[in-house]
């Protein structure tokens, strides 16, 4: 990390856990624990979830999001919440292009543009993936995978839109699988994805750029990952559903 230059974020993707009920009792249990965090932490939790997440989570330092959203504002896409009632409701945060969406969803690269810009048209702060799958990063082609993820999502983002993205690097083969990056490989593509937006954008705004490491982080490996120049923090997922594995990540993107 380099809080110098750039924010350090910790947001947990809870996926298809916690109802309502235990959302709340979660986020009770985790409030003490990451009070005195020295970056911004953000829970993004299931749909349902969202009205008991954000009254729990009032007052706290802790902000709610959602792990999707769809490009339209309205129309027959059953099954689907659009970013203009996530900004009705006050969801500030909205994670787009998840693997898992990718993997399971049928999401592609254009999908993931669209939706990137229909949260940013509504005010949503976009926590944005990208990630290789095993097969590419045997082939050597992560670089060339992440760079057009990334150079497609940010399709028509201005400079100043870019302030409202977080960048999460999710190698998918470190998804849920327990395998884990190297210190040195996610500070290394990180490095790139960072390298990609200054020639899109300059210098100066990936400096600005927080760009979160999102594979298998976790209470044992985080220190060693966040201590890393390019990660700037982390996409949590089974980590986040424990409070105490959680604040253990988040005081060492503390330090």
Not at 3 to 13: C, D, E, F, S, Y
Not at 24 to 44: F, R, S
Not at 85 to 113: A, C, N, W
Request: with cysteine; hydrophobic share 40%.
């Amino acid at each position: 990390m380099n809080k110098a230059l750039r924010k350090a974020v910790i947001a947990g993707n809870w996926k298809m856990n916690m109802t309502p009920s235990q959302a709340k009792a979660l986020i009770e249990e985790m409030k003490p624990l990451v009070k005195d965090a020295d970056c911004d932490v953000v829970l993004c939790v299931p749909y349902v979830d969202v009205f008991a997440a954000m009254e729990a989570a009032e007052g706290s330092n802790i902000k709610i999001g959602v792990e999707n959203c769809h490009w339209a504002e309205s129309g027959a896409f059953t099954g689907e919440i659009s970013s203009v009632m996530l900004k009705e409701i006050g969801v500030p945060y909205v994670i787009i292009g998840h693997s898992e969406r990718r993997q399971y969803f049928g999401e592609t690269d254009v999908t993931v543009q669209k939706r990137v810009r229909a949260a940013l048209d509504n005010g949503l702060k976009v926590i944005l993936c990208v990630g290789e799958y095993l097969e590419q990063r045997e082939q050597g082609i992560t670089s060339e995978v992440v760079r057009m993820q990334t150079k497609i999502a940010l399709g028509g983002v201005s400079e100043a839109e870019l302030e409202n993205i977080i960048i999460a690097y999710e190698p998918v083969w470190a998804i849920g699988t327990g395998k884990t990056a190297t210190a040195e490989q996610a500070n290394e593509v990180n490095a790139e994805i960072r390298k990609c937006v200054g020639e899109l954008y300059g210098k100066t705004a990936a400096d600005k750029l927080t760009v979160q490491y999102g594979g298998s982080m976790n209470a044992k490996n985080a220190d060693e990952l966040l201590a890393q120049e390019d990660v700037d923090g982390g996409l949590i997922g089974g980590a986040s559903l424990k409070a105490a594995d959680f604040s253990v990540i988040v005081k060492a993107a503390s330090k």
